[in-house]
């Protein structure tokens, strides 16, 4: 319906949805990040990163050994797939600092991640063996940003496969990877902060992290950066 107000985040196809900020999501002080959607994937923390009550709540994972460890119960939603979308909230406290949240075996180059790595880029993959990932540019400032990436395996080239947005707009990519048309079965526990056989652990602040058994659509991912932006100061 034209001039439809939409006044909450996407739900079809949600399988993981985490908000520091909702107190059915986390407590301070808390070991436990429950998991807000229906699949009820709750995660362990490792090592207590900071909470902080700026954004109405956010986590501060400090690089060294702070993680969240929700299983394989996330990627069991969709392993063996076409689609998928991943997205979180994140602002890194330096430029050279790295956020990565997803299922990946880095010795095997096996599984799905959306990183901003120390190097300036935002790093999108899908992989079952290989170098498969899009690569984005994204300048670091001490600001949040709302990172997403969207799979869609039955697009035609490595740009459309795999999209890169951030706050609600498509960056322009590398697309020199995901050329797999399905997420691998031979999937990791997810993790936020940190991935296995990979020595490098996140250091910034985090605020929410979501993932769709679905692609999201450029509108809708630009809805679910208009929910939340005015929590991170946009």
Request: hydrophobic share 35%; aromatic share 14%; proline share 2%.
């Amino acid at each position: 319906m034209a001039g439809k107000v939409l006044n909450k985040i996407v739900t079809d196809g949600l399988v993981f949805n985490v908000d520091a900020a909702n107190p059915k999501s986390f407590i301070s002080g808390s070991t436990v990040w429950n998991d807000l959607s229906t699949y009820i994937n709750n995660g362990i923390i490792y090592n207590a990163p900071t909470f902080s009550s700026s954004n109405n709540g956010i986590l501060l994972f400090d690089g060294t050994n702070e993680y969240v460890d929700f299983g394989t119960t996330p990627t069991n939603t969709i392993r063996g797939g076409s689609q998928f979308t991943i997205s979180y909230w994140v602002k890194k406290i330096a430029s050279d600092r790295d956020i990565i949240v997803g299922s990946w075996n880095h010795s095997v180059r096996q599984g799905f991640f959306l990183e901003w790595y120390t190097d300036g880029n935002i790093y999108f993959g899908n992989s079952a063996g290989g170098t498969n990932n899009n690569v984005a540019p994204l300048t670091w400032t001490n600001g949040w940003y709302q990172i997403v990436g969207v799979f869609d395996g039955s697009q035609a080239t490595n740009a459309t496969k795999g999209k890169i947005y951030v706050n609600g707009q498509l960056l322009n990519q590398s697309a020199s990877g995901l050329n797999t048309t399905v997420v691998t079965n031979s999937l990791t526990k997810f993790y936020v902060g940190f991935v296995e056989n990979y020595n490098l652990y996140s250091n910034t602040y985090i605020g929410d992290v979501l993932l769709y058994n679905r692609a999201l659509s450029a509108t809708e991912v630009l809805q679910n950066y208009n929910i939340t932006k005015k929590r991170y100061g946009y």
